[in-house]
Nanobody, 122 residues
Framework: QVQLVESGGGLVQAGDSLRLSCAAS????????MHWFRQAPGKEREFVAA????????YYADFVKGRFTISRDIAKNTVYLQMNSLKPEDTAVYYC???????????????WGKGTLVTVSS
């Protein structure tokens, strides 16, 4: 079993920054890919970013390139999502997930966190 716990969400204004954290416990994350997804009210869950656990490869959705940065701390077993220049359309629940591959679809994940809410006011 793997437990994923997100934190760091909150209410911010447009243009502000937030850093989300995803603390993982349980089985090793070696050879897995860690993802961030988000789901806005009334919309489908969508891919945001991913990182291979060795940190060599990162992947981003086009709508966050240049604004968001994914990283991980092996010693802390934690994945981060640094979000800069936030926009109202970034408002969503952000989820951390694990996958054995770089698949960017929700059904490719094997473990999920419960999410953390990010609200960006205009």
């Amino acid at each position: 079993q793997v437990q994923l716990v997100e934190s760091g969400g909150g209410l911010v204004q447009a243009g502000d920054s937030l850093r989300l954290s995803c603390a993982a416990s349980g089985r090793t994350l070696n050879n897995y890919v860690m993802h961030w997804f988000r789901q806005a009210p009334g919309k489908e869950r969508e891919f945001v970013a991913a990182i291979t656990w060795n940190g060599i490869n990162t992947y981003y959705a086009d709508f966050v390139k240049g604004r968001f940065t994914i990283s991980r701390d092996i010693a802390k077993n934690t994945v981060y999502l640094q979000m800069n220049s936030l926009k109202p359309e970034d408002t969503a629940v952000y989820y951390c997930a694990r996958s054995p591959s770089t698949a960017q679809t929700p059904n490719g994940m094997d473990y999920w966190g419960k999410g953390t809410l990010v609200t960006v006011s205009s």
